[in-house]
């Protein structure tokens, strides 16, 4: 990509339509903002949130995610995506984890990579076109680009023979290239041909126990060695990227339930590291976040006091915390350290830690650290450096001496499609979904017979308007049908709440799209299925059982 067609960094992403009214914020944001600004408003959704990768994926109120398990609004950095995808911008991105380096890569026109996995246990429908889409949208921002068949994972925890899941790896596969993968750019596997991949969860293994397993996913003394495998193969799936080619930031598109997964990719991540990297005040460790924080602000308030000349020292710092702060765990921690560094001057460093470094990497980083530095046992000090260029230099220096130098894997995630039925979308209830294989007609039959948001009476309809926010039907049209489309989404929404729209017609227009895009579809199935041999990816296995 040319830095012509990139948009500037100031764009304003909507702009066409954020000058106009009200009334499109309410369009593209309601329904995250009804679900975000009162779970109270879902009954069930109570006790409803479970993260469980291999549960049945419902959630019924997705602000409990940010606040139980720290997923970020992907709202708030909306504006920094240069060129943001339809998904973005109409929220069904909902959240995310660490997204900004991604972002900030794309914008800066530095190397970023996009990944996910599919598991082959059925047919890929309609929910799986907005994993595809994101990935294929990645790879047009000028992301490396990956996806994987997750066989390893569907036979020992859906327990799939190999027939069954070269079938489906098939399907995955032809439609992600009909919707736009590029294989020639981009990077497709399978588990369990990708030797890289599962030399790379054996390692990462290591830094994983069975209680830690056990605790994250529920397992216990009953779960087969090949489903905890095939966690270690997911772990090492996120990080591929980054061995395959250079350490990147890497965004994972999954839906809200692959979070545990990409929160412990994330521990390992660092886990295997050879260097960290932390900001610090004094020589001495602290024990948390919190503790470090307070030292932070006593060396904000202390730093004026004194002239130039004279050094803040630990025990003003000990002074001035027990005559600010409350006392509790952590100011006792702090103060007992601060008093026992007596008169060292307090001042703000970045501190490498030496994680698992070999000797050499550790003699080479303290080499390469510049300006003034302090060397410990099993740490460097450095006063002339942001914490920025300590990751970089860390990195590079780990990189060159046989490290894996990851960058902490970020994630994205989709709010899930709801059932053309009412209730969740599932595989195994064939009228709630769309397969990318139905037919055509069947796709129009579905449509045609989906629950929707309307009134009882058509009169009702005109009067009060439809339930657009709790209609399948819009939200075919706002997921999938409208595409980029944004004046359109817009138009049957407005149309819809106004009243001005009956369902009976906007079925029927939304099962004539639909029938058009499976057409569609399956045509770019079938030219690429010609073309599938030259692909560099195996879809005949012969593994037994
Ligand atoms: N566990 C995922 C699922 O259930 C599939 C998967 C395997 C995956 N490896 C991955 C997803 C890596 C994202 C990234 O669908
Ligand atoms: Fe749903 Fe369309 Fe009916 Fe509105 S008019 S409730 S969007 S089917």
């Known amino acids: 990509m040319t830095d012509d067609d990139r948009p500037s960094e100031t764009e304003e992403p909507l702009t066409d339509v954020a000058d106009e009214t009200e ?52 709202d708030e950095l909306l504006d920094g995506v240069p060129n943001p995808h339809y998904l973005m911008r109409r929220g069904v991105i909902f959240g995310h984890r660490d997204y900004r380096p991604v972002a900030r890569a794309m914008r800066d026109d530095e190397p970023f990579a996009a990944l996910s996995g599919f598991m082959p246990t059925g047919d890929p429908h309609i929910g799986h076109k907005l994993v595809f889409d994101e990935i294929i949208w990645h790879q047009q921002q000028g992301g490396d680009a990956y996806a994987l068949i997750a066989d390893l ?71 087969d060695v090949s489903h905890m495998q095939s966690v270690v193969t997911q772990m090492a799936d996120i990080l591929y990227p980054q061995v395959a080619d250079e350490p990147k930031p890497t965004v994972i598109p999954v839906g809200p339930d692959q979070d545990p997964h990409v929160r412990l990719s994330r521990d390992l991540a660092a886990r295997v590291r050879y260097f960290g990297v932390t900001k610090a005040y ?33 025990e003003d710092a000990a002074d001035w915390i027990e005559s600010e702060i409350e006392p509790d765990e952590t100011r006792h921690s702090a103060v007992e350290k601060l008093r026992s560094a007596g008169k060292e001057p307090l001042r703000p460093r970045v501190r490498f830690l030496d994680r698992n470094a070999t000797e050499e990497a550790f003699e080479a980083l303290i080499e390469a650290v510049d300006g003034e530095k302090r060397v410990y046992d099993e740490h460097i000090d450095a006063f002339d450096m942001d914490r920025a260029e300590a990751e970089a230099l860390s990195r590079e220096v780990e990189v060159d001496h046989g490290g894996y130098g990851f960058l902490p894997p970020s994630s994205i995630y989709h709010r899930f499609m709801t059932g053309l039925t009412g209730g969740k979308m599932s595989s195994s209830i064939p009228a709630s979904h769309i397969s990318l294989l139905d037919d055509p007609e069947d796709g129009y039959d579905k449509v045609r017979s989906a629950t929707t948001g309307g009134r009882e009476t058509a009169e009702k309809q005109r009067e009060l308007g439809g339930e657009a926010d709790e209609c399948p039907v819009y939200e075919l049209y706002a997921y999938l049908l409208s595409g980029d489309d944004d004046e359109f989404a817009k138009e049957v929404y407005e149309e819809c709440v106004g009243g001005e729209r009956l369902c009976g017609g906007c079925k029927e227009q939304a099962a004539e799209l639909m029938r058009e895009f499976l057409d569609d579809h399956q045509e770019k199935r079938e030219e690429w299925a010609d073309k599938l041999d030259e692909l560099d990816i195996d879809l005949d296995s012969d593994r037994k059982r």
Not at 156 to 176: F, K, Q
Request: with cysteine.
């Open 282 to 314: 004094a020589s001495f460790e602290v024990a948390s976040e919190a503790e470090r924080d307070l030292l932070a602000a006593a060396w904000a308030a202390l730093e004026d006091e004194v002239g130039a000349e004279e050094p803040v020292r630990c």
């Open 23 to 74: 009334g499109d914020w309410e369009w593209r944001r309601s329904e995250s903002a009804r679900l975000l600004s009162d779970g109270g408003t879902d009954a069930a959704g109570a006790d409803d949130v479970a993260l469980d990768p291999w549960g049945s994926s419902t959630v019924s109120d997705y602000r409990k995610l940010f606040e139980q398990f720290g997923i970020e609004e992907f």
């Open 153 to 223: 994972e569907a036979h020992s925890a859906r327990g799939l023979t190999w027939d069954e899941i070269d079938e489906h790896a098939r399907n995955y596969v032809l439609s992600l290239l009909a919707l736009g993968f590029d294989p020639e750019d981009g990077t497709l596997y399978r588990q369990s041909d990708n030797r890289e991949v599962q030399d790379l969860a054996f390692e990462l293994g290591i830094e994983a126990n069975f209680s830690e397993l056990g605790s994250i996913y529920g397992f216990d003394g009953e779960t």
